[in-house]
Every structure is written in C-alpha cells, then in structure tokens.
C-alpha cells in the first residue's frame, strides 16, 4: 500500500484530510496542514471538536480553530515520549 501518513493518498478508499478529522474520535492526537497567507502551517495537538466546516486542536499555545476547506494534509500521530526525570543535583 505504502503512503507517508498523511490523509493526502490518491485513491478511492482514502479520505480526504477534512474526511479523516470528521471521522476521528475525538482527544486524538493529531498534527493538521493547514493553508494560510503565504504558505502553510501545522497545529499539533489534541482533537478537541470537528464539525461545521471546522476542527479545533489544542495545542501547547492553547486551542487552534482550522477551516476544514483550508485542511491540506492531517495525520493521527502517536503520543510524545516520556519526559525522563532530571538527574539528582550534587550537592
């Protein structure tokens, strides 16, 4: 099949990007593409809604509200890695 992850595979059984946020369960963590002035940029983060032409993530920077019409790419990204604890202070 291949692929690199991203909603963006041609095909008739791929979704589109704004197809695969609708039908994601809602608090996974996703990164979404989206098209803005001069270029393009990324929220990584929680799914916290989608529906009417819309999908909020929230981010480390707080919520993020996407046009769904503006989504290029989106992706399910598994969570971050464990913080390792700091290493004890000599004293």
Known sequence: MGGNGWGTMGGMSAPTPAELLET???????VVRSRIDGGFTDALGR??????GKCT???RRGPVVVALS????AKRVPEPPSRRPAPPADS
């Open 47 to 52: 799914l916290l809604a989608c529906g009417d």
């Open 70 to 73: 503006d989504v290029v790419a």
């Open 24 to 30: 994601l369960p809602l608090n996974t963590r996703v």
């Open 57 to 59: 993530v929230e981010t």
